[in-house]
Each structure stands twice: as C-alpha cells, then as structure tokens.
C-alpha cells in the first residue's frame, strides 16, 4: 500500500506504535455545552497528570441510534461551534464523526480528526469525502467485516492522496444482540499499513438489547483494554460520562469518569512492558 502512514499526527498528538500509547475520550453525544466542559475538563486533568498524549472526542449527532425517538445531539452547526470552543479553552485536539458526505467538509472547518461510523465504513462516497479534507481519518470497522476487508476502505481513503488513516477495532456480531473482539484482528488491521485503535467502549455494546436502545456491560471494557494494548495498538478509544447511568447515549458501556485515571495507568503500564520488549527483541536482546 503506497503512502501508508505509520504514524498519525492529530493537532499535537502523534499516534503510532513507535510513539507513546495514546488515548481518544470524550462523550459519546454532546448532551450539553456544560456536560461537554465538565468532561473535557476532567479528562484533560487526568492526562495532564498522567502525561499521557489525548484527543477529545464528541459526536454532535449521532445518526444511528436505535429509536427514531432517542437523543441525537444539537446537530451540525451547533454542536461543531460547540466542540471547537470547548476544545480550544482545553487546549486539545477533538475528533467527531460525520454520517454524510456533505458533513466532512463542513466539520473539517471545526475539528483535528474526522471519524467513519462502523456502520458506514463501506459507505464510498463519505469515505472519499472524508478523505478529501486531508484531514486525518479513523475508520471503525464494521461489526459485519473481517478485519482484511478494511483493506477496501483504506483504499478509497487513500484515492485521495490522505494516508492520514487510523483503523479502528469495535468488535464483530456475536449472533443477535452481542459482540466479540477477535484480538487477531488487531494484527490484521496492523497489516494494512496504519495505525491501530481499540473501542474499548462499543466493543462491550449489546447492540438494541434494550429495545429501543442499546445495552451493554463497562465492566469488561478493562480486561479488554489490557489484552488490547498487550496485542499492541497504537491508540485505545473510550467513551466517558460523569454519571453514565444518566448518559443520553451508550451509558451502559461507557466508562464512569471517576475511573478514567486508573484504567489510564492501567493501560499505560501494560503498554510500557510491550514496547520494552519490542525493543530488546529489536536489538536482539530477548529471545
């Protein structure tokens, strides 16, 4: 794959496997402007103390809820004015997904970082969109793909000279209403060429469990975190609410804001031992 980008640059954020873990957080939907301060403010503490490289992340509409009835977000306008004011008094870089072509280039206007919704991720037209903004782009795999058929995405992507690319892993249908994460996906994703994410959040997801919403079960977020940064990505995706019993949007899975600072030393730890070992196994010092 000519051009592929092994390390991604988002605002003053490197994401790679030669540079440190990095992290994407944020909530799932902006609820608020209050709401998106409140959390834009703790996670910045947090990884201020952790020393930890941070993009924000926040969808102003999240277009594929389950109910036409449920909370989507303030829409385009708002809610990407909304995202770059609290990014900008937080001094980090912010990441939004878009749903539609027409979307790209509006909210490359606004944002660091473009993201592709896994449902959408086959969806040409947004892909190139995207792409053409030259902005970086993260690409959630399908929970219907195999990780190889990513390849196919990328390709459209890179149609447009951007090789700015992340991939994203969200685990795959497990039958009705259930995920699992196959950690060789990681590896494959790996293959082709850019740097690896784990949703830590919608890969717990059950999806319409609850009718007309989704369910889900934060607890497992950890073990599948730890096992995903032991198997290498570059970068672990999770989405955070003060109160996620409250949240608008995929609070069953997401991780309680309180919690964020132990799951990042976690993480970083386990991330440590692995690009230790790499190295020595490098420089020809282990075995």
Aim: proline residues 5%.
């Amino acid at each position: 794959m000519a051009g592929s980008a092994a390390t991604v640059r988002v605002g003053g954020v490197l994401v790679g496997n030669e540079a440190p873990l990095a992290f994407i957080a944020g909530l799932c939907v902006l609820e608020s402007e209050r709401m998106l301060r409140t959390v834009a403010r703790g996670l910045k503490e947090v990884f201020a103390r952790e020393a930890a490289p941070f993009i924000l992340k926040c969808s102003f509409d999240k277009a594929n809820r389950t109910s036409l009835r449920s909370f989507r977000g303030p829409g385009a306008r708002l809610g990407l004015s909304l995202l770059k004011k609290v990014a900008s008094e937080s001094g980090v870089p912010v990441l939004t997904d878009v749903h539609e072509p027409w979307q790209a280039e509006l909210a490359a206007e606004y944002v660091d970082a473009l993201q592709v919704p896994a449902f959408l991720c086959r969806q040409t037209d947004l892909l190139v969109a995207c792409g053409r903004t030259m902005l970086p782009v993260n690409v959630k795999k399908g929970q219907f793909l195999s990780p190889l058929e990513m390849a196919r995405a990328v390709e459209k992507i890179e149609s447009t000279g951007n090789d700015r690319i992340l991939l994203t892993e969200r685990g795959t249908f497990f039958g009705y209403g259930d995920l699992v994460v196959d950690m060789r996906s990681l590896a494959v994703l790996r293959g082709l060429g850019h740097p690896v994410v784990f949703d830590a959040t919608h890969s717990v997801q059950f999806p319409a469990s609850q009718g007309p919403s989704s369910g889900g079960d934060r607890r497992h977020i950890w073990g599948l975190s730890r096992a995903a940064v032991a198997a290498g990505v570059a970068a672990v995706f999770v989405e955070t609410h003060p109160r996620p019993d409250r949240a608008l949007s995929d609070g069953p899975n997401s991780l309680p804001l309180g919690q964020v600072a132990e799951f990042v030393r976690q993480v970083r730890e386990i991330d440590g031992v692995v690009k230790k070992f790499l190295h020595a196994k490098r420089e020809g010092r282990a075995a």
